[in-house]
Structures are given as C-alpha cells and as structure tokens.
C-alpha cells in the first residue's frame, strides 16, 4: 500500500496550486465573495430605507370614530355598561357608555353629538326592533340566552353603517360582561371571571419543564426539522458545483495524452487520491471563503439597518437578535464535529466521482460514467426520507441504521450530534466508517484508472466494469 501511495503528496502540491491559481478559481472566488458580501448588505440596508417607517405610530390599531354609546337596557336588571370602555382597547377604550331610560331620551341626546350610537337591550317578547327612535337599524343580534341586543344609527349621524357593525362586533364579544352583572355577581369580580385562563396538561410521572427548558425543547424539535434539510442541500450544491471538476481533473492526462508518461512515475492510487485531495481542499477554500463574506454582508446589513433606523423590526435582525439563545441547544464540539462530518461526505462523494472520472475515457463520456454520484445522493436522501431520519427526529420514528451507513450518515448524523441525540463517540464512529469508505472509494478508483488506460471504445456498463475488475 506504501508504494501505490508514493507520490501523493506531489500529487496533491501541484494539483491544488494549479487549481487555486487557475484564472477561473480565482475569478469565481472572487466574483462570488464580492456578490455575497455586497448584496445582503445593500439589499437589507436599501429595504429598511425605502420600505421601513420610524414612525412608531405607523402600525398602530386603528381608532373607531364612535365617541359615545347611550344604552337603553329594557331588562330587569340593570347593569355597569361603563365596564366594557376597560375592554375596549386601542380601538374602542375611547368610547364612552351612558345608560338612558327611553329611546326618546337617546334619540335626544344622540342628536347633540352625530359621533353617537344607540343600543338597544330588550327581552325577545318585547321586542321593539322597527327602529322606534326614527333611526336607521344597523345591527340586530342575540346578545344571549333571554336577551337581544341592537345597534341603532341615529338620524344625521356622521357614523357608517361599518362603524355600528364593528361596535356590533365588539358587544358580541364582550357582551359576557354584561351577563355577569346581570346574574348578580359584582362588576369587580365579573372581571376577574373573564381573566383568561391558561391550561396546562403533564401526563403522571413527568417532571414539570420551566420556561426555559420548554423554549429549548420546541427550539430543538424545529431545528430537528430543519437542519437536515439544511445539510442536504449544501451537500447537493457542493456536489453539484465541484464533483464535475473531480472527475475532469482525474481525466486531464488522458485527454493531454500525458497519461503513459505520467504513470511511469506515479501509482495510479496515488494520483487519484493526490487530485482528489487537492480539489477537496481547495473547494472547500473556495467555499470557506464565500460562506465568510456571506456572514459579513449580512453582519454589514444589519448594523446600516441600525444606523438607519435604530429601531427597527425586520425579520432578520430579530432572528439575528435570537441566535444567542441557541446556545442552550447546540454545543461547540457538537458543532465542529458535525462540520468535519459534513466535509467527510463531500469527500466521500468526491472519491465517488473520481471512479466516474477513471472509467472515461474523455470528458464527453462523463455524463454516463459519472452519474454514480447522483443517483447515490437521491437513493441515500428517499432512503433516510422513508427511515424517518429527515423531519423526524427526537419523535422516536428514527432508524439507528442510517447513523452507520456512509451515504446516509452524512445526511442525518451531523445534525443529530449537533442537536446532541447522538454521543460525541458514537458521531467519531460515524466519521471513520465515511473516511474508510472513501479511502476504497479512492482505491477502487486507482484500479479502474489502471485498467481502462488503454482502453478504447465507448465508457463499458456497470457489469462490465465489474467484470473486468474480476479478471484483473
């Protein structure tokens, strides 16, 4: 095994220097960096400018123009209608509640003032709904068992027919407050009844969670949700961004007709781990690079937003402000384990892509020989998907299995150690059987660059190909 990996590290010096130097990277990288810097900061900082408003009034519930209500209760008992003005809110805490005995007396005094509505309680039996005041009926409703309630619009009145339905609305809800004084309870107490009441249910046997326990819980089920999703598609997009320049640089000497020469002096293993180190690492730079600019266009964006408006609420600077409190969930070896992790299974499918590189002969047949890669990520993904390893975590749907599969362990494992649902050890296992599988990877396609060297003709099939690695 020593002599098939003699040269490595030549290998990978000149393959990575003549990746990270090449027109193209250095373009792309800096095109890329300069772009995820910039457009998060203009963007945040040109929506906060021209969207934002620093009036803190801007958003403020909308006041009713209905100044006073003159109540006409016709019932038995007779009840504090002021109470409701406590109710009221932003929207209707201005009204004021006058009790009159007669319609005639409210239509009098409804006339001094057109911003006036009148309402009307009665006992269904006696109903006087055919708008006896001379006004216009606006609403009729049953207020509750035993009573109806209606919204009168007094002649010359300044207000809408929506003005009395939005009052109508208002009643209905907090007609209970009426019912209350009613029955005889005291109009102090008859509040305190409607003090909403806030019902929890612990199964027997279960510890009560505290506050903060309970926000880390329902963090930790929505991040069990999302991180896997999270953690594929940067897979996906790592693969589908550098596993084609994998296998065209494991190809390169056959196209330059360099290859005879080349492995004279250099073990075909060695070659192919070398150029897929050398691209490993330098993709990963490239990324590193752009993933840090990100970060800082959206560090940039947030503080021209605050020098703009120190006050504002925009959705990202608010999940920005809430990233500290996942401190309580996600761990610092946790998360470094479960990036190495995920830079194992780019690796992984990079040694995949190289075997597709081995086996053409030319870069027009690496849309058939290269495929492996992708249809290994799609089956891996409804592989986890169908074993509850994707959105089901923590729920106890989860297939143990996928943590010691290689294909699928890159896909789950790395948010379950970050998420702590699996043991830093048990995470280290993970890894090694990824890297072991990636090293025969590698050294399958060692031997497949060996046979197909001088192979001519079309890219042979998978059986094919496996036949005549029986042979060698």
Known sequence: MKKELKGLGKVFAFTFQRQVKSKGYLAGTIIFALLCFLLPAGIMAAVE???????????????????????????????????????????????????????????????????????????????????????????????????????????????????????????????????????????????????????ETVTAGDEMLSATESALENMRDVLGMLLPYLNIMLLYFLVLFYGQGVANNVIMEKTSKLMDTFLVTVKPTAMVFGKVLAITAASMLQFLIVAVCLIGGFAAGSVLVRTINPDSQMLLLLFFDSLESFQGVLTVPGVLLAIVMMISGFFLYCSLS???????????????????????????????????????????????????????????????????????AMGLVSLLLVLAVSALCLLLAGKVYRMMALYKGNPPTPAKLIEMLKQK
């Open 354 to 424: 190289a075997i597709g590189g081995s086996a053409a002969g030319k870069p027009e047949d690496l849309s058939s020989t290269n495929v492996l890669f992708t249809m290994v990520l799609i089956v891996s993904f409804l592989a986890a998907l169908y074993a509850g390893g994707i959105g089901s975590m923590g729920t106890g749907a989860f297939a143990k299995w996928l943590d010691f599969v290689p294909f699928t362990s890159i896909l789950v494992t790395p948010s379950r150690v970050m998420l702590g649902e699996v043991s830093l």
């Open 49 to 199: 400018y021209f969207g934002g408003s620093s009036d803190p009034t801007a958003e403020t519930a909308e006041v009713s123009p209905v100044e006073q209500v003159l109540v006409v209760d016709e019932t038995d008992k007779a009840a504090d209608w002021s109470l409701l003005a406590q109710a009221g809110g932003e929207t209707f805490g201005q009204i004021s509640w006058l009790s009159l005995e007669s319609l005639d007396e409210a239509e009098t005094q409804a006339a001094q003032d057109p911003y006036s509505l009148i309402v009307l309680l009665e006992k269904p039996q006696d109903s006087k709904a055919e708008d006896g005041s001379g006004g216009a009926l606006a609403d009729g409703i049953s207020g509750g068992t035993g009573y109806q309630l209606h919204v009168l619009l007094p002649e010359n009145t300044e207000l809408s027919t929506g003005d009395a339905e939005e009052v109508n609305g208002f009643l209905q809800t907090n007609f209970q407050m009426i019912l209350l004084q009613k029955s005889g309870i005291d109009p102090a107490a008859a509040v305190e009844l409607l003090v909403p009441t806030m019902v």
